[in-house]
């Protein structure tokens, strides 16, 4: 992706211009160190992933339970890897997973009131190692900025159907 000619076999991509390259590199950089030192504040204050935080923090914030698709939805994680992560959640005491009356076919997840004090118990960390890498270098128009420009984004690539909706790959039967 960092070389100005196109890969062999690549078609008729244009490469990105340098500006866009050194944003795309950047936002990533910015990305992997907040999301390294929210994980490590997490699972030093909590013994949870941010992935399982996530699922705590959208079932804490909805007022009944949610189904497996609405939260792999919501947290972009895949459907296998979201049920491993309830599975230890459940196991652990901290949601609750059963069959929605209303559809067979979906399992319904609610949180548990363990899960909810774990949950607050480990966003004040959160909200200050957020607030200290991210916010804090901003000013209040730079937040508004980049709260606009990130909302777009998350837009245009939600406009694609949910992960959830997207069908599975099959293995050959060979």
């Known amino acids: 992706m960092t070389d100005a000619r196109p890969a062999a076999g690549s078609g008729d991509v244009e490469p990105l211009d340098p500006a866009q390259l050194g944003t795309y590199f950047v936002l990533l950089e910015a990305v992997s160190l907040l999301q390294h030192q929210v994980e490590r504040?997490?699972?030093t204050e909590g013994g949870i992933s941010y992935v399982q935080f996530?699922?705590?923090?959208?079932?804490?914030?909805?007022p009944g339970p949610l189904t497996m698709t609405q939260l792999a939805d919501g947290v972009v994680y895949s459907?296998?890897?979201?049920?491993?992560?309830?599975?230890?959640l459940e196991k652990a005491g901290l949601i609750t997973r059963g069959p929605d009356p209303d559809d067979d076919r979906a399992t319904l997840v609610a949180i548990t009131q363990d899960g909810r004090d774990l949950f607050h118990r480990v966003l004040p960390g959160h909200v200050q190692v957020s607030r200290r890498l991210l916010f804090d270098p901003l000013t209040a128009d730079d937040v508004r900025q980049l709260g606009d420009i990130m909302a777009r984004v998350r837009d245009h690539m939600r406009a694609r159907p949910p992960?959830?909706?997207?069908?599975?790959?099959?293995?050959?039967?060979?």
Do not use: C, F, I
């Not at 459907?79 to 230890?88: E, I, V």
């Not at 992960?163 to 060979?174: E, H, L, N, Q």
């Open 41 to 43: 504040q997490l699972r």
């Open 79 to 88: 459907r296998s890897g979201l049920t491993y992560q309830a599975g230890l």
């Open 163 to 174: 992960r959830s909706a997207t069908p599975r790959k099959r293995r050959d039967a060979t």
């Open 54 to 62: 996530e699922v705590l923090a959208r079932l804490a914030h909805t």
